[in-house]
């Protein structure tokens, strides 16, 4: 077997066993809207011991968080690209509250793991573990305007049965606004941990500034991972990273995953990764129900995003 197919039976054999009209519930801690299989783990979750040298990716959900998580391992393995095929992206890098028994959950699977490590997580800052904060870890923050992310959510759970089924549109944009949704409010998510930079190992990135001037942010990246990038790797990991080729990538595209638990015939995972995309969706009315919204949860903070390139 190769290493891939190895890795796609591996995942096949990891597939939960689903009713095909059921999703997983959703729980809820603290206000914020989470796996019940998560809720279930809180505690466990809570206790988490972070080291010093951990570096922990953190975004809300579909900012870019597998494509800075290729990023980040192309650097750390010096884009040695046989090794960044060692597995799926989502398996390198243990995705802290992620909970799915019988299967080892995000904390056994960080636990595991050799020191360095790398790990993800979609938390708002309040729910982080506090041995984060304690250990003094470097985060690694990517945030993606509001209104692409929700688009992009939205896609992403008519997709994915893990999550609950979006319904339709309109609904699903009321939902994302009330922030009822996995993971809570974004407004609420990105002001949070724009806020802890000031006072933490934290880089800031932009999804926007990712996709306008790539070399720009992954030596920016390189830089807060206290690593040199000569041109010549530079221009590699640039390569290799973009959508178009993370798209044909196995072992970033998720088509490793089972169809009980993603159909990419309904929308793949690798879906447009574009700026502006959030015009295809919004109606002109909705644009100013969001904007008007926006503007009073936003308030107060200077945190801007740029929404079309
Ligand atoms: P779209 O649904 O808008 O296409 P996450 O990894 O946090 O779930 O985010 C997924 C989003 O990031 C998807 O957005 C996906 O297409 C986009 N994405 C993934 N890799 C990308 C890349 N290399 N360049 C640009 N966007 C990328």
Known sequence: MTSLQDAM??????????????????GEVDGVLLAQATCNEWPRIQRFQARPDDLLICTYPKAGTTWIQEIVDMIQQEGDLEKCQRAPVHRRHPFIEWAR?????GVEQAEAMPPPRTLKTHLPVQLLPPSFWEQRCKFLYVA?????????YYHFQRMNKMVPDPGPWPEYFEKFMAGKVGWGSWHAHVKGWWKAKDTHRLLFLFYEDMKQDPKREIENVARFLGKNLDQALLEKIVYHTSFDVMKDNPMANRTGVPLSVMDQSISPFMRKGTVGDWKNHFTVAQNERFDEDYEKKMAGSNLTFCMEL
């Open 101 to 105: 028994p019988p299967q080892p959950s």
């Open 144 to 152: 993606r305007n509001a209104k692409d992310c929700m688009v992009s």
């Open 9 to 26: 039976a591996k995942e096949q054999s990891n597939a939960p066993m689903l009713e095909t009209e059921g999703r997983p519930a959703l």
